[in-house]
C-alpha cells in the first residue's frame, strides 16, 4: 500500500488542522492505521492508531481530548483532526500502516510508510 499524508502548515496555539492520509495499491481495510510524529532532534513518536473498521482507537496521553483519528475505507483514507492546537505539537507527521488487527504503538511495528506532512503551532 502507498500512503500519501497531506494537510500539514502553520498555525497558531489554540488553532486546528486536519491531517489526511489517503492509500493505494491494496485494499485499504486490510490495514490498521497509525498516525506519528517526529520533531527537530526528537525520536519518532506514536500519537493515534485506528482499527481496520474504525471500531477501536488509541492516542497517546499528551493529545487525548484534542485530537480525533477516524477513517473512511470507501475513501481509502485516514484522518487526524487536531484541535487545541499546542507549540509541543509541532512536528513532521507521519502516517504508517500495518496489514494486521491490532493497533500497536511503536513504529516498527508498522510497514509502511507515508511522507511527512509538517505541521507548525506558533505560540
Known amino acids: 500500500v502507498q500512503l500519501q499524508a497531506s494537510g500539514g502548515g502553520l498555525v497558531q496555539s489554540g488553532g486546528s488542522l486536519r491531517l489526511s492520509c489517503a492509500a493505494s495499491g491494496r485494499t485499504f481495510s486490510w490495514y490498521s492505521m497509525g498516525w506519528f510524529r517526529q520533531a527537530t532532534g526528537k525520536v519518532r513518536e506514536f500519537v493515534a492508531a485506528i482499527s481496520r473498521a474504525g471500531a477501536s482507537t488509541e492516542y497517546e496521553d499528551s493529545v487525548k481530548g484534542r485530537f480525533t483519528i477516524s477513517r473512511d475505507n470507501a475513501k481509502n483514507a485516514v484522518y487526524l483532526q487536531m484541535d487545541s492546537l499546542k507549540p509541543e505539537d509541532t512536528a513532521l507527521y507521519y502516517c504508517?500502516?500495518?496489514?494486521?488487527?491490532?493497533?500497536?504503538?511503536?513504529?516498527?511495528?508498522?510497514?509502511?510508510w507515508g511522507q511527512g506532512t509538517l505541521v507548525t503551532v506558533s505560540s
Open positions: 504508517a500502516a500495518r496489514s494486521d488487527a491490532t493497533i500497536p504503538r511503536r513504529a516498527s511495528a508498522y510497514s509502511y
